[in-house]
């Protein structure tokens, strides 16, 4: 029988108990909270206090490669190096105390000069300098952007005043090779050009970082670390080929200084897929020493930014039309001499004087006929050619991913003035771009199927997510039937023209036209004497495969197209070479001059 004196006591025991219980309890709770429910906003708080740190972690920004996976950008770590001034002192004044068997500054600062490129009084200088202005100083700059190979050479000397501090930088292992293309990165690692900056969402890395909570000793207190990794950038890969394009700059260059002109350049369209295989020009830049181009112009793509008045490559693109649209054949004919007067009060000449000739409209190709070109415009109404001109994309630019890149400009029909109606005809008061033109006799020659151009093959990101570009559909521009007959007319064009030997490829069937476009003053008219050169052809003729084009500049000391004629001879040669085209098995079909 429990008793009312036994049952207090064992009360007590109970209540005690349950409060001791419930205290237990509550830090059990408050315990979870701190170190599991709400751990990391009081990691977080210990962070913002006097002893955390942080480390960023850099991500690397992606490659850019050619067709083959060849490197033309990529990131490499460069370290920035200081010197610790005041542990130096200390250090030589135990040396001289006979205290530590390690070498004098004087001595060390030679070894370090050598590895840096300065010299022994510059470092010691850096030295001085931090210690005049401050004898305790603990921090000096040594030297910036040390590549790896000086890095080690600076940790091999064991001194504990030389720490590096390790981040990514760009380089371009190839220099100028695509330079144009590919563009540069400023010394903040901002993109500022060509491909590393349209493409930069690609390319991009997002960096990480590592904080932790340091004791007073500054050594890392364990289980303090918390990391938010780095993400690499994307690989870009670029439809170009290195070594062709490589090829094409040292002959562009060449081309380019031997006619004397301003600029020079080459571009590669491959016919059935619309890729730019090479995009090479004069001068360009190298974007490892970017200052070493002092003209901001050179340091883009002129191919993707500058337009030019084609001149008579554009009768390709007429006389296609009025076959298409006019019922012509490459043996219609039309009467024409040196200079025509047409019932507008338009005047036409041409480029040679010559009586009336009964010409063919594969003559008017072959003699570059701009009267006789002009004669045959008018088998079509001028609303009729403008349609077909901008089908053929001239002045609607490529979409080729490059940033501001230019359209060429061709006014509607309806603006055109009794002069424009005719001039438009063989490619005078219209402006187009290389790669306009490219694409444009690529559809020419295509079965008359017009192909987006591209230069972006894909962007593979970290995770191997691979993006392809936004590409437009292929265009039928003109029938099979009117470009099978184009391709014969060019193919004469080649083979009858005064450069027909200059051009000559043994064993290939090759076609094409050139143009020798007027430029302007800036106050509305045409400068005299100076022009813009172009010559676009293609091979095999009986299989085109690539178009490849070549313009000069203001050329002086030849004013004319044929001043491209050997430089579009060995670039196409190389590109056959390169793609290892089979010599053609056929022979072409000669077409008369004249009816």
């Known amino acids: 029988m429990t008793t009312r004196s036994t049952r207090s006591p064992r009360r007590r025991t109970v209540v005690a108990l349950a409060v001791v219980l419930a205290v237990l309890a509550g830090f059990i709770v408050r315990l979870v909270d701190i170190q599991v429910v709400n751990a990391d906003d009081h990691i977080k708080d210990s962070m913002d206090a006097a002893f955390a740190g942080s480390q960023k972690l850099y991500g690397a920004r992606g490659s850019i490669v050619d067709e083959n996976g060849q490197t033309l950008a990529g990131s490499i770590l460069q370290y920035d190096c200081q010197l610790d001034p005041l542990l130096i002192t200390q250090i030589d004044g135990l040396v001289l105390e006979k205290k530590s068997e390690a070498r004098l500054w004087e001595q060390v600062s030679q070894d370090v000069a050598e590895i840096t490129g300065q010299t022994p009084e510059e470092v010691r200088a850096i030295v001085g300098q931090a210690l005049a202005d401050n004898p305790e100083s603990r921090w000096a700059k040594l030297e910036n952007g040390v590549s790896t190979e000086q890095f080690r050479a600076l940790a091999d000397l064991k001194m504990p005043y030389i720490t590096c501090n390790s981040h990514p930088a760009r380089a371009y292992p190839d220099g100028a090779v695509g330079g144009n293309l590919v563009g540069f990165m400023g010394t903040d690692g901002e993109a500022l050009e060509g491909l590393e900056l349209s493409q930069n969402d690609c390319l991009a890395a997002t960096d990480g970082e590592r904080t932790y909570e340091k004791g007073k000793d500054g050594v890392v207190i364990p289980g303090t670390e918390r990391e938010t990794p780095a993400t690499d950038g994307g690989t870009l890969q670029l439809t170009i080929n290195r070594d062709l394009n490589w090829y094409l700059q040292q002959l562009i260059a060449e081309q380019t200084q031997n006619m004397a002109a301003q600029h020079g350049a080459i571009l590669v369209y491959e016919v059935k897929t619309g890729k730019v295989r090479a995009a090479a020009e004069y001068p360009t830049i190298d974007p490892n020493d970017v200052d070493g181009t002092p003209d901001p112009d050179d340091r883009a793509s002129r191919i993707f930014r500058d337009w030019f008045e084609p001149g008579s490559t554009f009768k390709g693109l007429t ?45 008017v190709l072959i003699d570059s006929s701009n009267a006789g070109i002009s004669k045959f415009s008018e088998k079509v109404d001028k609303q009729t050619r403008y349609d077909y001109f901008q089908r053929f994309g001239i002045g609607q630019g490529t979409n080729s991913g490059y940033p501001d890149e230019r359209s060429g400009l061709i006014n509607p029909a309806n603006e055109w003035g009794a002069q424009t109606t005719y001039n438009t005809s063989f490619g005078q008061g219209v402006t187009t771009t290389m790669p306009e033109l490219a694409r444009a006799y690529g559809a020419l020659v295509n079965n008359g199927v017009k192909m987006p151009l591209q230069i972006i093959e894909s962007c593979t990101k970290a995770d191997g997510t691979v993006i392809k570009p936004d590409v437009a559909e292929p265009e039928q521009v003109i029938s099979p039937e009117t470009s099978a007959q184009m391709r014969t007319m060019l193919e004469n064009v080649f083979l009858q023209a005064p450069y027909a030997k200059t051009v000559e490829i043994p064993g290939y069937r090759i076609g094409g036209k050139t143009g020798t476009g007027e430029k302007s003053d800036g106050n509305g008219h045409y400068k005299q004497g100076v022009y813009y050169t172009t010559m676009v052809g293609f091979a095999p003729a009986d299989d085109p495969e690539y178009v490849v084009v070549v313009t000069l500049d203001e050329p002086t000391k030849v004013t004319s197209s044929a001043a491209n004629a050997t430089a579009f001879q060995k670039a196409m040669t190389q590109v056959l070479k390169t793609y290892r085209v089979m010599p053609s098995t056929t022979s072409p079909e000669l077409l008369p001059k004249f009816g």
């Open 319 to 363: 006389a296609a039309t009025v076959i298409d649209a006019g019922g012509q054949t490459p043996q219609s004919t039309v009467v024409a001499s040196g200079l025509e007067n047409f019932p507008n009060g338009a005047r036409v000449r041409d480029s040679f004087q010559h009586p009336a000739y009964e010409y063919t409209l594969t003559g």
